[in-house]
């Protein structure tokens, strides 16, 4: 009986046994196979350089320099503790903490495990000198992105730094990993996937202490590609050091082709900050109130102000409301229904060239009543106010062009007399960007074309296709020329409000815009072109809650005296 019992219990065993096999075997083959296989073979990456940004003269805006970084092949140490004796004195660091690295960062005894990023190359010499010393311990050199220009062209250049989770979510199925460096914000995003280098790396196999056998494949990594802008790092300069500590933004750009030559935002920021990793910087500015990763000339809607008259004249011209002769009397102020609009200053009795020169706005006020709301909102849509510019970098706002329908529908309100008038000259709900103006005020000086703005020239030596984009507005050249000299005459009149600008050497046309702010200083604005007969720039200088247009006015003129100086126009 207990023979039997035993007997029993053996065949149930080896049953087991059997079933086992045949699960791992059989059933379970295919899956134990490719296991192994993965754990025999490993893969080492080798990264190559970003692509280099320059300007369109060729000038460097961001490249890769030498960085050093010290590694340790685990299979190859030996005399750990005298090795990290060593190392911790080498590199001024606590032995601990580097032991702690190591551990960290141990994947497989082959797997160099990096211990410090961004040497000095005077710590990289040195230990290369002590190398008989540092089994196991190699220095190797890296590519790093480097920003030399710094705070003057974060904004159009943007950062590099690691994917963070949101992001590697929706680039995964482009070949992105954790840990992979992208490109955030300006150009570094936008041209991510061309100025990224393609890795390269070694597929080896291990036995089974993980130490090398052979080595399987080898494929060469790629550098990124290059880019080429069509910013003049000269005029970029200019324009950064006139804003100077304050807040605001300047776009310069071709008004004929629609490239951006300068575009700067104020405050600013030190992309290089990323490269090294500095965090205390990078919070410090990540929750600072000015906001320095703000672009303002594309990202911030504001108020246009007096800018604006140029669109609610031609309104009114195009539809014969008005002529060039039309006058209306300025005493100061003007009753709308039974509120008074008030005007800056008493002008008296002026015609249209009078008033765009002497900025009147009892004058635009009966204007916009005479071509209404609707035929003001249709003309700023012929520009493309509200509407994105589609420049080749990320954070465009459209802004806003408010219209009766609008207001009905998003603040469930009438439209009033006094809405119009508010219009009229820029102010209530009309927003728009400083890139935009730059782009209107480039139609008036290129003879009635509409230029998308640029910012990329050459894409590895190939054209950009995006660039030169226009189109021509139905809209009067006659009265496109009768804006146009009153833009003129806003410089040379004495009481012209931009006669700041009344430069010996070069003629400039343009307009100045003072935004009411509730309960802060007023923005300055100044849209304009030079030279004003035969363009060859046009550009928007904004000026955040800087009392008005007059300080605007003189950022501008430092910049074309500069520009004059060094003969850029």
């Known amino acids: 009986m207990r023979i039997k019992i035993f007997f029993k219990i053996i065949i149930i065993v080896l049953s087991c046994v059997l079933f086992g096999l045949f699960y791992t075997q ?7 196979n490719d296991l192994s296989r993965k754990n025999r073979i490993r893969l080492i990456t080798r990264e190559s350089s970003r692509g280099d940004i320059f300007d369109v003269e060729g000038r460097i805006l961001a490249d890769s320099s030498l960085s050093f970084s010290v590694s340790i092949i685990p299979q190859e140490l030996t005399h750990k503790d005298k090795v990290f004796s060593l190392l911790a004195k080498i590199l001024k660091m606590d032995k601990g903490k580097l032991e702690k690295t190591y551990r960290l960062g141990l994947m497989a005894p082959f797997a160099p495990v990096i211990i410090k990023d961004n040497l000095a190359k005077k710590t990289a010499l040195l230990l290369e000198d002590n190398r008989y010393k540092l089994a196991g ?5 890296k590519p790093q992105r480097r920003y030399p220009s710094k705070e003057a062209l974060a904004h159009i250049i943007g950062y590099v730094r690691e994917v963070d989770k949101s992001r590697i979510t929706r680039l995964r199925d ?22 990224r280098a393609e890795k390269g790396g070694m597929q080896v196999e291990v036995d089974s202490k993980g130490h090398m056998v052979r080595l399987l494949g080898l494929r060469p990594s790629q550098r990124g590609r290059d880019v080429r802008l069509t910013i003049n790092l000269d005029m970029q300069r200019i324009a950064y050091e006139a804003l100077g500590n304050k807040k605001g933004c300047i776009v310069i750009m071709n008004p004929s082709t629609g490239a951006i030559l300068a ?11 990323f490269i090294n990793n500095d965090k205390s910087k990078i919070m410090r500015l990540l929750n600072s109130k000015s906001a320095p990763f703000f672009n303002r000339a594309i990202s911030g809607a504001y108020p246009a102000a007096s800018l604006f008259k140029v669109i609610t004249a031609l309104a009114a011209l195009e539809s014969g409301k008005i002529s060039a002769s039309t006058t209306f009397f300025c005493e100061g102020k003007m009753r709308i229904g039974n509120r008074i609009f008030k005007c800056w200053d008493t002008h008296g009795r002026v015609d249209l060239a009078s008033a765009i020169a002497r900025s009147c706005d009892v004058y635009f006020y009966n204007t916009g009543l005479l071509a209404g709301p609707d035929k003001i909102a249709n003309y700023a849509a012929k520009f493309a106010l509200g ?25 469930q309100a009438k439209w009033y007399k006094g809405d119009t008038a508010n219009f009229s000259i820029g102010q209530g709900d009309l927003l728009v960007t400083p890139l935009q103006m730059a782009r209107l005020i480039s139609a008036f000086a290129n003879g009635g074309y509409l230029v998308k703005p640029y910012l990329i020239e050459e894409i590895d030596n190939k054209s950009s296709v995006r660039k030169k984009a226009f189109k021509k507005l139905q809209v009067k050249s006659k009265n496109l020329k009768l804006i146009r000299d009153a833009l003129i005459k806003t410089v040379k009149d004495l009481n012209g409000t931009a006669h700041i600008l009344n430069m010996s050497g070069l003629s400039v046309a343009g307009k100045t815009g003072t935004a009411q702010v509730y309960n802060r200083s007023s923005h300055g604005w100044f849209m304009g072109f030079a030279p004003s007969d035969k363009p060859k720039i046009a550009f928007c200088v904004f000026t955040e809650n800087s009392g008005g247009s007059y300080v605007a006015c003189s950022v501008v003129k430092k910049i074309l005296k500069r520009f004059l100086e060094d003969k850029l126009i």
């Open 26 to 32: 059989i059933i379970k083959g295919n899956f134990y």
């Open 137 to 141: 311990v190699f220095v190797q050199g």
């Open 174 to 195: 482009y070949g992105y990993k954790i840990k992979d460096n992208v490109g955030y914000g300006g150009i570094e995003e936008a041209q991510d996937i061309v100025l």
């Open 263 to 273: 575009m700067v935002s104020n405050p600013s920021y030190d992309p290089n900050i």
């Open 387 to 411: 509407k994105r510019s589609g420049i080749d970098i990320s954070g465009e706002v459209p802004g806003l062009v408010p219209t009766v329908t609008w207001k009905r529908w998003k603040r």
